[in-house]
């Protein structure tokens, strides 16, 4: 079973509108971490935001939020007044217990129109 | 506060050759962790290394090797490379006792085998 599920393959919002991009994970592990990574074409990944499973409070960094649903096993980034820097692919990783190697879904191109 | 580096940024390869990717830490760093990522898909993780040993591998053949030197930078390795091994590889970074485990990313090197 796939660990990290990205549905959206590719999603389209206007400048200066919000967006969520959908992640739900699968663990077994009451301990673990979620990450949420950007990746330009250029290719580097930059961090974006973190939220551990004990947190009380959704995440949030800016204009990144993370929609955090533990019973849904759902953790959706929303990223909010869009801009055209935001073009780029964006990834849900998972950290499990005390492993800390990510475990990454397959992505989600968003492209942010003028 | 030099982030992380890696080299070369591209390279290619014939099938059969070996390969050896370069990768310095974020300053303060003292982990490295190697993930694959093919075109089109989330990174997948190697290994990652920690006081100099290997501490935790991906589902990656014997032919992927590493090293990790005193002063924290790595090497990965790869020989008798197949044509499958065209990828970016990413290096992260990260701070071994870190509460949140959280990882920072190099740039990238983009391996080609022809």
């Known amino acids: 079973a796939q660990k990290i599920t990205q549905t959206q393959p590719g999603m389209f919002v206007q400048e200066k509108e919000a967006v969520t991009l959908d992640c739900t994970y699968d663990?077994?592990?009451?301990?673990?971490?979620l990450f949420w990574y950007k990746q330009p074409s250029s290719g580097e990944m930059i961090f974006l935001i973190y939220?551990?499973?004990?947190?009380?409070q959704n995440a949030t960094e800016g204009r990144y939020s993370l929609n955090f649903q533990k019973a849904r096993k759902s953790a959706n980034l929303v990223i909010s007044a869009s801009q055209l820097g935001d073009s780029a692919m964006y990834f849900c990783?998972?950290?499990?217990?005390?492993?800390?190697?990510?475990?990454f879904g397959s992505g989600t191109q968003l492209t942010v129109l003028p | 506060d030099a982030g992380v580096t890696q080299s070369p940024t591209h390279l290619i390869k014939t099938r059969g050759q070996q390969v050896t990717l370069r990768c310095s830490p974020k300053?303060?760093?003292?982990?490295v962790s190697w993930y694959q990522q093919a075109l089109g898909q989330g990174p997948q993780f190697i290994f990652q290394?920690?006081?100099?040993?290997?501490?935790q591998r991906g589902n990656f053949p014997d032919r992927f090797s590493g090293h990790q030197f005193p002063n924290y930078s790595s090497e990965l390795n790869v020989n008798a490379l197949l044509l499958g091994d065209s990828a970016l590889y990413l290096c992260?970074?990260?701070?071994?006792?870190?509460?949140?485990?959280?990882?920072?990313f190099g740039p990238g090197t983009r391996l080609t085998v022809t």
């Open positions: 300053s303060g760093h003292d982990t």
């Open positions: 290394y920690y006081e100099e040993e290997e501490r």
């Open positions: 939220q551990g499973s004990y947190d009380q």
């Open positions: 663990t077994s592990d009451p301990s673990y971490g």
């Open positions: 992260a970074s990260s701070l071994y006792g870190a509460e949140t485990y959280e990882q920072y």
């Open positions: 990783a998972m950290r499990e217990g005390s492993a800390r190697q990510l475990t």
